[in-house]
């Protein structure tokens, strides 16, 4: 699965922005795409992931709990990460994956005043 990130920037805290992710490929669920993220100096880690067929059906990290919403367009083969009341701690390189095996080249997102 070919995954392209897009939708990082550079913006004030308590802002917003929306990320997205579009698949290409064949023969794959939409629902095992993921976001991470990489904050500078650290590890990657886990954002946001669905853990059903319903858009609904979705798990957080608890840094990015009520603030972060995972959601999918099935058609446009796209999968959205909404961000609110971002805080500098966010600033990372996002990235989305299928199944932790294929991977995004990432887009990166600058909280900062």
């Known amino acids: 699965v070919q995954l392209q990130a897009s939708g990082g920037g550079l913006v004030q805290p308590g802002g917003y922005l929306r990320l997205s992710c579009t698949a290409s490929?064949?023969?794959?669920?939409?629902?095992?795409i993921a976001w991470y993220r990489q904050p500078p100096g650290k590890a990657r880690e886990l954002v946001a992931q669905?853990?059903?067929?319903?858009?609904?059906?979705?798990e957080y990290a608890n840094s990015v709990k009520g603030r972060f919403t995972i959601s999918r367009d099935n058609a446009r083969r796209t999968v959205y990460l909404q961000m609110n009341s971002l805080t500098p701690e966010d600033t990372a390189v996002y990235y989305c994956s299928y199944r932790n095996t294929d991977w995004g080249q990432g887009t990166e997102l600058t909280v900062s005043s």
């Open positions: 490929g064949s023969a794959f669920a939409m629902n095992f």
């Open positions: 669905f853990t059903g067929r319903t858009t609904t059906e979705s």
